[in-house]
Structures are given as C-alpha cells and as structure tokens.
C-alpha cells in the first residue's frame, strides 16, 4: 500500500520560513519522480518543485526558483521541502507526489497525468 503523508504546513508572516515533510511508504521503485504541487482557493493545481530519485536532477517552478529547496531523505524515507522568504502568493495546500516520467519530460514539466500518487495535502498559510 502506497501512503504520502505530508506535514508542516502552518501560518507564517511573509519573509518567513517553513519546512514540509512527506512521509513516503510503499512507492514503487519504478516511480522515479517525485515533488512537491500546490493548489490556491479558485486555482488549478501548480507543480512547485520535482527531482528525480535517487540522486537526480531537481526543478523548480520560477516562482519559488531560489526560495525553495527539494530534498529527497533516503535514511527516513521523507521527501522535504525548505521554503525560505515566503511571500503572500505561496498561501496554499501543498501536496506530495510521486509518479513515473517515462520520457525525461514529466519530471522537469510538472506534467500531473505522470504522477499516480498524491497525499492528502498540508495547508501554507503567509500573512503580509
């Protein structure tokens, strides 16, 4: 049984910073992508950051570009992502993912039809 279960989320003024976890049990080895999306009230679901496992490359969306860090955990198992000089537009659920990119693609482009596992989200909330 596959489970992504993601923590850290909270309230944070903007400038601040917050790490979320993702917990990850039972992914397939042949799911070989793994990142971070977010969704905003009235907007669609956004990748914000991606890397490959084991040792692979890392992508980020330009909004978060030099702000965000992805970092997959091999010891725990965990997936984190360091969010540094938060900004009011970064308020969102975010959610941990795990997927199969079969032609170099799906990775880098954030394409969500390549990602088959989702966890149940964990709430960024930054105030101006």
């Known amino acids: 049984q596959v489970t992504l279960v993601e923590s850290g989320g909270g309230s944070v003024q903007a400038g601040g910073s917050l790490r979320l976890s993702c917990l990850v049990s039972?992914?397939?080895?042949?799911?070989?992508?793994m990142g971070w999306f977010r969704q905003a009230p009235g907007k669609e679901r956004e990748g914000v950051a991606t890397?490959?496992?084991?040792?692979?490359?890392?992508y980020y969306a330009h909004s978060v570009n030099g702000r965000f860090t992805v970092v997959e955990h091999k010891v725990d198992n965990t997936l984190s992502l360091h969010m540094t000089s938060l900004k009011p537009e970064d308020t969102a659920m975010y959610y941990c993912?795990?997927?199969?990119?079969?032609?170099?693609?799906?990775?880098?482009?954030?394409?969500?039809?390549?990602?088959?596992?989702w966890g149940q989200g964990t709430q960024v909330t930054v105030s101006s």
């Open positions: 993912a795990a997927g199969v990119d079969r032609d170099g693609l799906g990775c880098p482009g954030f394409r969500r039809t390549d990602f088959e596992y």
């Open positions: 039972g992914v397939p080895d042949s799911n070989n992508c």
């Open positions: 890397t490959y496992r084991n040792g692979g490359g890392k």
